[in-house]
């Protein structure tokens, strides 16, 4: 199983980003979806999670401003982010969750299979 994450890079507070993230041999279908972040010398932070049919749950520090989807045809779940802040600096992880769990499923050991990560940097 592989999940890659594309999209971070830098971008001045008010600024927008889209993330996105390729999944492979798994059913993608068939997982709840769901995105992280770690900002340096912090703890990984939930972010958002998409169901499989498309509901979906963010955190409070971001609801209004990030939106995630999927397209199940393109085995790709994306994070639209919009209105970015400094405080949303970290590296940005997508993930899929284990099968069977609840919903939303917003902790670390709730997610089985996770992508390398990519930087966002969001200067003042």
């Known amino acids: 199983v592989q999940l890659q994450a594309s999209g971070g890079g830098l971008v001045q507070a008010g600024g927008s980003l889209r993330l996105s993230c390729v999944a492979s041999?798994?059913?993608?279908?068939?997982?709840?979806m769901g995105w992280f972040r770690q900002a340096p010398g912090k703890e990984r932070e939930f972010v958002a999670a998409?169901?499989?049919?498309?509901?979906?749950y963010e955190a409070e520090s971001v609801k209004g401003r990030f939106t995630i989807s999927r397209d199940n045809a393109k085995n790709t779940e994306y994070l639209q982010m919009s209105n970015l802040k400094p405080e949303d600096t970290a590296v940005y992880s997508c993930?899929?969750?284990?099968?069977?769990?609840?919903?939303?499923?917003?902790?670390?050991?709730?997610?089985?299979?996770w992508g390398q990560g990519t930087q966002v940097t969001v200067s003042s």
């Open positions: 041999g798994l059913t993608f279908s068939r997982y709840y």
């Open positions: 993930a899929a969750a284990k099968l069977g769990g609840r919903w939303p499923p917003v902790t670390s050991n709730e997610y089985k299979y």
């Open positions: 998409i169901s499989r049919t498309g509901p979906t």
